[in-house]
């Protein structure tokens, strides 16, 4: 079975600061780590992804994450925080050889405080 | 760009009827998903759908629902007797193959159970 936790139900920070939502994931195999961010009322907007190679991957909107194997860990960060980041953010695991089923975190509401 | 895109918007039924959302998946894609999300609660897996039949399902996805691929470009989720449980919103995805590749979600259908 595959999980993914996000220990964080809403993380506050400063426009400007450098922002981290956190993630770990659990899976048996190798796995594929994506980021999401959904607006109000919106669908989910892919932001990146890990399938192999570096560690660190960079996506859209300035945001970059690192995986880390030993760690089981996959954090969403950003060097410089903006008010137009204000979202709520899902963790997603997916695993080589499967259909490609996706489980997501519970999501983390990032607030960037003007 | 191409996109998912899902009908209707918002779905009000009352409990015991049926009803049945469509997504359009964008066109060159293989893979195709629902989703359903809880007010507050996390984005679950449904189904996914490949190569015209269930490929994964999830414990969720009970007798009550069923998903066709009736043309080439629309993709339906059916629902038989609706219960107040079912009150969410249900997003559809696609990808074009591989777990290693994203999926692109549409707006979502917000299905209200009376």
């Known amino acids: 079975a595959q999980s993914v936790a996000q220990p964080e139900d809403q993380v506050n920070v400063a426009e400007g600061n450098p922002l981290t939502v956190k993630c770990t994931y659990s899976?048996?195999?190798?796995?594929?780590l994506f980021w999401y961010v959904q607006y109000p009322n919106r669908g989910l907007q892919f932001l990146l992804k890990?399938?192999?190679?570096?560690?660190l991957v960079k996506g859209s909107y300035g945001f970059e994450a690192e995986f880390n194997k030993s760690q089981t860990s996959f954090h969403l960060k950003k060097p410089s925080a903006l008010v137009s980041d204000s979202a709520l953010y899902f963790c997603?695991?997916?695993?080589?050889?499967?259909?490609?089923?996706?489980?997501f975190g519970i999501g983390t509401k990032l607030q960037v405080i003007p | 760009e191409p996109e998912v895109t899902q009908t209707p918007s918002h779905q009000v039924t009352q409990m015991g009827q049926e009803v049945i959302l469509r997504c359009v998946p964008i066109?060159?894609?293989?893979?195709f998903y629902w989703y359903r999300q809880i007010l507050g609660q996390k984005v679950e897996f449904l189904v996914s759908?490949?190569?015209?039949?269930?490929?994964?399902k999830s414990e969720i996805f009970d007798d009550q629902f069923s998903v066709e691929r009736p043309d080439g470009s629309n993709f339906t989720l059916k629902i038989r007797s609706t219960k107040l449980e079912d009150s969410a919103m249900y997003f559809c995805?696609?990808?074009?193959?591989?777990?290693?590749?994203?999926?692109?979600f549409g707006p979502g259908t917000r299905l209200t159970v009376l």
């Open positions: 890990y399938i192999t190679g570096d560690n």
């Open positions: 997603a695991v997916s695993v080589s050889g499967g259909y490609q089923k996706v489980t």
């Open positions: 995805a696609s990808t074009v193959r591989g777990s290693y590749n994203e999926q692109f």
């Open positions: 066109s060159n894609h293989l893979y």
């Open positions: 899976v048996s195999g190798n796995p594929y």
């Open positions: 759908f490949y190569n015209n039949e269930i490929s994964e």
